[in-house]
């Protein structure tokens, strides 16, 4: 059962589109996960548009689930080109054109928006941050936030570290656990600058975490710079 939520500013800034796009990508991957907030985006979306029509002649904008996809599809087109300008000045360009299958069993069940996200991008790049993590930055052609999967093998430990910036965690598969609580699939959390974690995933399995992160943060706990995957926060 889901547990943790976005308020209902956030749900009212996705719904309105005013939400930053990489935030609205977690936005939108709970609640394609989480009943209750979809019912809750209705219920707000209803009064906001009440508010709205009674004021002036204008509506709210309810479909910002095919905005955001037409703005993954905008981002893909951008780094497209990137590449095309970097080849033409003879870097290499591997990045395959049409949707590819990815057939690492953890991406098999994820919600519509990031299969989205990562349909054209095969192979992620893994990135070995220690024994229990690894990381993959997913490309959103911007540079405010920093989006990338986090991937903890079963029981694996994070280093402690606290926020500069807000972070947002969806936890897309497994589940894991810090001093404040459990946290599985679709849980919605978010650390504000000054909060400081450990996370462990549960011993059942491997848990997959989407993060977007506004700002670095830095690692608190002893050898935390060796393993703290936020540290090289540079613009996708
Ligand atoms: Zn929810």
Redesign the pocket.
Known sequence: M?R???DNNMLLEYSSGSLPWAMSLAVSA??Q??P??RQ?RESLNDIGGALLSESAPQTIDTDAFSKLMGRIDAAEQQTREEERLAGEMGEPTARPQRPVRHTDPILSDLPKVIRKLISRREPLKWKRVSNALRTSRLTTGQDRYEVAFQRICRGGQVAEHDHRGREVTVVLVGSFSDADGVYRR?D?LVREPGDVHRPIATQDQECLCLSVVEAPVKVTGLLGWLVNPFLSFRPA
């Open positions: 889901i943790h939520h976005p709970h609640l996960l989480c209750q907030c809750q679709g919605f």
